[in-house]
């Protein structure tokens, strides 16, 4: 194993001091995790996709994910409780958007990615 000259240990000493100033707490870290979960998951990746589109309620959620509505409203459950997603009543629908637009702009930012690999 190379052992770093002294001017590379003193950049890599700056670049760790830098690295454990900007980390953010433990729980923002879980935080983050918990949310990068949420929307790794297939079903609940198409329902934002769906929800890019605009606000739509769960009949017409389940019909563009081409879903069951029993499993899209257990997705929905998680994405709300993770505030990916918020809800508000009209009349007898609740009514789905996106709550958190950077969220839309990772997943803008995969697909990109994906598009331009093949």
Same mark, same amino acid.
């Given at each position: 194993?190379?052992?770093?000259?002294? #001017? =590379?240990?003193?950049?890599?000493?700056?670049?760790?001091?830098?690295?454990?100033? =900007?980390? +953010?707490?433990?729980?923002?870290?879980?935080?983050?995790?918990?949310?990068?979960?949420?929307?790794? %998951? +297939?079903?609940?990746?198409?329902?934002?996709?769906?929800? @890019?589109? !605009? %606000?739509?309620?769960?009949?017409?959620?389940?019909? *563009?994910?081409? !879903?069951?509505? @029993? #499993?899209?409203?257990? =997705?929905?459950?998680?994405?709300?409780?993770?505030?990916?997603?918020?809800?508000?009543?009209? !009349?007898? =629908?609740?009514?789905? @958007?996106? #709550?958190? !637009?950077?969220?839309?702009?990772?997943? *803008?930012?995969?697909?990109?990615?994906?598009?331009?690999?093949?």
């Amino acid at each position: 194993m190379q052992k770093d000259t002294p #001017a =590379q240990h003193a950049v890599h000493e700056e670049r760790m001091r830098l690295a454990l100033e =900007q980390m +953010p707490s433990d729980e923002d870290v879980a935080t983050m995790a918990a949310r990068f979960k949420a929307i790794s %998951e +297939p079903s609940r990746l198409k329902i934002l996709l769906a929800l @890019s589109c !605009g %606000e739509l309620c769960v009949e017409h959620i389940t019909a *563009a994910v081409e !879903g069951n509505q @029993s #499993a899209v409203s257990h =997705q929905l459950k998680t994405l709300k409780d993770n505030k990916i997603v918020k809800a508000r009543r009209n !009349g007898k =629908q609740i009514m789905y @958007s996106v #709550a958190d !637009g950077h969220i839309m702009a990772m997943i *803008a930012v995969a697909k990109e990615h994906l598009d331009c690999n093949e």
